[in-house]
């Protein structure tokens, strides 16, 4: 099993930015995939990105624009989303998951086996 432990969000008015962090711990490396998905209020979980422990292969979603950063610190079995630039619709619960490795991106939620139990992020305009 992993467990996923996010923290770091919060209020925020737009513009501004915010870091999120995940901590994995368990069998980290059977589930080496670590991705980032929000869910809004009355829809479906979305796809942020996400980053392998070996190797930091990084994939984003499509929105990200090279507004969001994600990265590793495989010594703390943390992982860090950089979210700058926020707008009101980044107003969302954040997750962080653990699934398999793959070659590809894994965009799906039901592609990931542990979730962390997600933290609320809120940007007002």
């Known amino acids: 099993q992993v467990q996923l432990v996010e923290s770091g969000g919060g209020l925020v008015q737009a513009g501004g930015s915010l870091r999120l962090s995940c901590v994995a711990s368990g069998r980290t490396l059977n589930w080496p995939t670590i991705g980032w998905f929000r869910q809004a209020p009355g829809k479906e979980r979305e796809f942020v990105g996400s980053?392998?422990?070996?190797?930091?292969?990084?994939h984003y979603g499509d929105f990200v624009k090279g507004r969001f950063t994600i990265s590793r610190d495989t010594a703390k079995n943390t992982m860090t989303l950089q979210m700058n630039s926020l707008k009101p619709e980044d107003t969302a619960v954040y997750f962080c998951?653990?699934?398999?490795?793959?070659?590809?991106?894994?965009?799906?939620?039901?592609?990931?086996?542990?979730w962390g139990q997600g933290t609320q992020v809120t940007v007002s305009s």
């Open positions: 998951a653990a699934g398999p490795f793959r070659l590809g991106a894994m965009r799906e939620a039901n592609e990931y086996k542990y």
């Open positions: 980053i392998t422990w070996t190797g930091g292969i990084i």
